[in-house]
């Protein structure tokens, strides 16, 4: 079982990209899905959250208006659409299912995590 992200890249500020993690192995709906980013020299920082029945959703403060997460269960994807970029967004993004705790912080209540995927805004 694994899980994959896919969709980075260099983007201008003001641009779009939107991030797929795919889970390989397993049914997605059994799982919540977390997307983190992690900066150069900075902790890794949780970002958004959906929950496996798509109804709850979070985000930080740093992406809210911009970011939009969401979940193809029959795909076994789950998406992050990120508007407006910005440099400060920066950052390798990842992915992590949990199928019991829903949005922590804790990379150990995460049963997968994907290799993450390198966005960068810059002009």
């Known amino acids: 079982v694994w899980l994959t992200e896919s969709g980075g890249g260099l983007v201008q500020p003001g641009g779009s990209l939107r991030l797929a993690c795919t889970l390989s192995?397993?049914?997605?709906?059994?799982?919540?899905i977390s997307w983190f980013r992690q900066a150069p020299g900075n902790d890794r920082q949780k970002i958004s959250c959906?929950?496996?029945?798509?109804?709850?959703?979070y985000y930080a403060d740093s992406v809210q208006g911009r970011f939009t997460i969401s979940r193809d269960n029959a795909k076994n994807t789950a998406f992050l659409q990120m508007d407006d970029l910005k440099p400060e967004d920066t950052a390798i993004y990842y992915c992590?299912?949990?199928?019991?705790?829903?949005?922590?912080?804790?990379?150990?209540?995460?049963?997968?995590w994907g290799q993450g995927t390198q966005v960068t805004v810059s002009s």
């Open positions: 992590a299912a949990s199928m019991m705790y829903y949005c922590k912080e804790y990379e150990r209540r995460y049963n997968y």
């Open positions: 959906i929950n496996y029945g798509g109804d709850n959703t």
């Open positions: 192995g397993q049914k997605l709906e059994y799982y919540h």
